[in-house]
């Protein structure tokens, strides 16, 4: 083991300046208006490249493509249109019953119309059938079926167009449309509304916030100018993608929350870092220059482990999650491009004025330039305290998190269906009249697809075996199309249970393990959950792996410490406990359920966790990587392990507060939403941002780090000598010292202290 030295030499960051920074300082600061003008010029291309983004998304994706239960649905809604369903059409005859003869006149014409509409097919009606399943228990409502084929965004169009001929009265019936295809398309319409909504209550916020910590109306419009910038750009980007592969619309709330909150942490940082140059003495373009060599290497670093940790969900098939990665990625991406281009084009222009307009001055006195809010004493102290107590916070602190997050113990994983949505939403009324009003459970029904060739005695041998089954009610069918090779078939099988409870996923496994004279393939919400399932648990360690190795990586490459990066890796897992907890607590088993408007289904959506865990690591790391990089500058320039702790405290705990009070804002905003997953996901980040920027950072990495005490910058020689040519750090390279004579006895500075 390599020892560890009590005075470490002053090292700047590595061998050298990442190139990207030392080019785009130099354009910068000589051309801020040239930067600004062709800045501009690209936003505005990306307004209209980015225009409609929305209409062409979709609203699901919760499915494997290349799953059994995929493959089946595509081919019974191929072979069997009338199997599969997607629009359904809710006959309320009133007191007059669905038998009455003038309704059931105007029932067959309704049915006979829609079947003859260009894109719709399938179609079937309790009026053309007969079935019993299609009519209520008391009588007063039925069911006319049909499905709409194509992608999604195809067949709401279809919808579009149709929709309003047949919603509302049509002589003695009131008729309203639901189904899936009709769930899908009004909870994208909800989401666009409000994901509006949710940016006219974020904005006005933000910007009072802003205006707090900068203390300067002009310097809190700066971030609000970059995250606008990157929002654009990301809607640009998207749509895009769009013209390639399928992309969820929830995407774009993750759009509004990341470049709003990114955008204001780049700024915050760059600006404060501006500030501190320019209190030194040093003129803007000078001040600029050194900002971006030193605060601007920690964004473009901080940007990089976030978007690792979004790129994690690129390995899952489902494209929902591929959606946040593509929407991820662009956004940080661009947020910190605008925070590194344009914000410092606008503080050369700006100069001292960016300290114009002090607000604050109107509640006490003006702060004088370049002094930002919460600058040392308080953030110094704190980290005292705590470094003196270090094992009572430590065991304190972590204990109180993994309380936290007990309740995500007890989690159930289910499917998202139309209780997403409001309850006065009109396609989740119709669901709910099916679910409590008709025989049977509409939506928890298996289905088994068999191909190939069969004797009717072969069928009905293997409808008796899987009756006999365990966990199974009923099964109807088959349903034959076709002869030999090419015939095809299915059952509808009626598992025990819910319709995505344990009983009814039993009742997979054990249809699918069945003995068959022919191929089978089972489908269904119990069968979609399965097979999700089986795909996140397959490509979970592979996500893992590649979010843990980069952050050890990348972490090691900013602080040359082989133990700090495992630190970041344990710590902010810890930061996640509150939020998988409280997802659980309040989402699953219903808690606050009426305070916050949501119907609790009594499990998770199997993606959200994945999703959650993706986005709230990353803006761990993107605060984690604030505060190390202060420290690291610190204990470079005077060995004190403890006043390095300190300094990176009281230099960055204010800015990290602040930057996790507005980023909480936008995800608040965002939980306002009135779908439960956007929901879920807006408040849950929020608690998690919250708890990584006042305990963990506060309290835990303090504690941690004076408990591992000098040992935290221990690194093995070859390392040390990998970080000495590759690492990055805030501190500005050294200046080579000049040789000294040939025999002359090495002499070197004592390491002062830094004010």
């Not at 059409?89 to 105007?106: I, M, Q, Y």
């Not at 509409?442 to 409808?463: D, H, I, K, Q």
């Not at 905003?669 to 920027?693: C, E, F, H, P």
Request: hydrophobic letters at 50%.
């Amino acid at each position: 083991m390599s020892e560890v030295k009590e005075k470490p030499p002053v090292r700047g960051g590595g061998g050298t300046a990442p190139p990207a920074t030392g080019g785009w300082t130099r354009f910068v600061t000589a051309r801020p208006r040239l930067t600004l003008l062709v800045a501009l010029v690209l936003t505005a291309l990306a307004v209209l490249a980015g225009g409609g983004v929305a209409e062409r998304m979709g609203s699901g994706g919760w499915e494997d493509p290349a799953a059994e239960s995929t493959y089946a649905t595509e081919a019974l809604a191929r072979e069997f249109p009338g199997s599969q369903p997607n629009l359904i059409l809710l006959v309320d005859t009133g007191k007059a019953g669905v038998d009455d003869p003038a309704a059931a006149a105007e029932a067959r014409r309704l049915t006979e119309r829609l079947a003859a509409e260009p894109g719709v097919e399938g179609v079937g009606s309790y009026w053309t059938t007969g079935s019993p399943a299609l009519r209520s228990e008391d009588g007063t409502q039925a069911v006319v079926a049909a499905r709409i084929p194509g992608e999604e965004k195809a067949a709401g169009e279809v919808l579009d167009r149709i929709a309003p001929e047949y919603r509302g009265t049509h002589g003695p019936l009131e008729v309203t449309l639901g189904g899936g295809l009709a769930v899908r398309h009004e909870m994208q319409e909800i989401i666009q509304e409000d994901l509006l909504r949710a940016e006219l209550i974020a904005l006005p916020i933000t910007l009072v916030l802003l205006v707090m910590v900068f203390g300067s109306a002009v310097a809190a419009l700066l971030p609000l100018g970059v995250g606008i910038v990157a929002i654009l750009g990301t809607n640009a980007v998207l749509r895009g993608i769009t013209e390639f592969t399928d992309v969820s619309v929830f995407a774009q709330n993750l759009t509004t929350a990341l470049g709003l909150g990114l955008a204001i942490d780049y700024a915050l940082f760059v600006v404060r870092r501006y500030r501190e140059e320019l209190a030194a003495g040093a003129d803007p373009a000078a001040a600029v220059r050194t900002t971006l060599r030193t605060a601007g290497r920690t964004v473009l670093f901080s940007a990089l482990t976030v978007a690792v940790s979004l790129a994690a969900m690129l390995v899952f098939p489902q494209y929902f999650l591929r959606s946040f990665a593509y929407a991820g990625i662009a956004v940080v991406l661009l947020a910190a491009t605008a925070a590194l281009t344009l914000l410092p084009a606008a503080l050369v222009l700006l100069g001292h004025r960016v300290d114009a307009l002090d607000l604050r001055r109107l509640l006490r006195r003006r702060r004088a330039p370049g002094k930002d809010a919460g600058a040392g004493g308080g953030w110094s102290r704190a980290a005292g305290l705590v470094m003196r107590r270090a094992p009572v916070f430590a065991v304190l602190t972590t204990a109180g998190l993994v309380l936290l997050g007990l309740p995500f113990l007890g989690v159930k994983f289910g499917t998202a269906d139309d209780r997403q949505l409001p309850a006065t939403a009109s396609s989740r009324v119709v669901q709910e009249e099916l679910r409590t009003g008709f025989p049977g459970d509409p939506g928890g029904s298996l289905t088994v697809l068999a191909e190939g060739a069969a004797t009717p005695a072969e069928y009905t041998a293997y409808r008796e075996r899987i009756a006999a089954l365990d966990g199974v009610v009923r099964v109807d069918g088959p349903v034959v199309s076709g002869t030999g090779t090419g015939a095809h078939a299915y059952y509808s099988v009626l598992p025990e249970g819910s319709a995505v409870g344990d009983d009814a996923q039993r009742a997979v496994g054990a249809l699918r393990a069945a003995d068959a004279p022919f191929t089978t393939s089972v489908t269904g919400q119990a069968a979609v959950l399965v097979d999700s399932k089986d795909a996140i648990g397959e490509r979970l360690p592979w996500a893992a792996a590649v979010i843990v190795l980069v952050t050890l990586l990348l972490v090691f490459l900013l602080t040359g410490s082989v133990l700090i990066p495992l630190q970041a890796v344990v710590l902010n897992a810890l930061s996640l406990t509150a939020m998988f907890g409280a997802v659980v607590w309040v989402f699953q088993d219903g808690h606050l359920s009426g305070l916050l408007g949501f119907t609790a289904t009594g499990d998770i959506e199997t993606t959200l966790p994945v999703l959650m865990f993706c986005v709230a690591f990353g803006l761990s790391m993107d605060y984690g990587v604030f505060l190390l990089s202060r420290i690291k500058e610190e204990y470079d320039t005077t060995g004190d392990h403890e006043g390095a702790v300190r300094f990176g405290l009281a230099r960055t705990g204010g800015l990290i507060t602040a930057a996790a009070v507005i980023l909480a804002v936008v995800m608040v905003a965002i939980g306002t939403s009135r779908v439960t997953n956007t929901k879920m996901l807006g408040l849950g980040v929020a608690l998690a941002v919250l708890m990584d920027a006042m305990v963990v950072r506060s309290l835990l990495v303090p504690a941690v780090m004076k408990l591992t005490g000098r040992l935290t910058w221990w690194a093995p020689g070859p390392l040390r000598r990998f970080h000495d040519r590759f690492g990055i750090s805030e501190s500005e390279p050294p200046a080579a010292p000049a040789p000294a004579p040939e025999g002359a006895e090495e002499i070197r500075e004592p390491v002062g202290s830094r004010s």
